[in-house]
Nanobody, 129 residues
Framework: QVQLVESGGGLVQAGGSLRLSCTASGLTWIDYAMGWFRQAPGKEREGVSCISWSGRNTVYADSVKGRFTISRDNTKNTLHLQMNSLKPEDTAIYYC??????????????????????WGQGTQVTVSS
């Protein structure tokens, strides 16, 4: 049974930082590219970032480029998202997701939601102004 468990969300003031983590079990970790998505109230879930199985290739949504950094630890089956210079518009539930591919991401955009097979339960990030 595949499980993705996010942690690290919380309440932070604008300009602050948070580091999200996602720990995976039940899958062959290095067979998967990993992604972060977010969903704000009343909005569709959007792709934030994606990282290849090796960690060498990363892509980001334009809205977070230069502020967020995705990384993974292949010795611990863990994915991270370092979020700096947070803005109120970053407020959302953040989800990690697994995409079975050793080639993704292949383009300069986060793959679509439909490409990801497994999802975590989400962690709330709230940025106050």
């Amino acid at each position: 049974q595949v499980q993705l468990v996010e942690s690290g969300g919380g309440l932070v003031q604008a300009g602050g930082s948070l580091r999200l983590s996602c720990t995976a079990s039940g899958l062959t970790w290095i067979d998967y590219a990993m992604g972060w998505f977010r969903q704000a109230p009343g909005k569709e879930r959007e792709g934030v970032s994606c990282i290849s199985w090796s960690g060498r290739n990363t892509v980001y949504a334009d809205s977070v480029k230069g502020r967020f950094t995705i990384s993974r630890d292949n010795t611990k089956n863990t994915l991270h998202l370092q979020m700096n210079s947070l803005k109120p518009e970053d407020t959302a539930i953040y989800y990690c997701a697994a995409l079975r591919s050793t080639k993704a991401p292949e383009a300069a955009v986060v793959p679509p939601r439909s490409a990801f097979s497994y999802w975590g339960q989400g962690t709330q990030v709230t940025v106050s102004s």
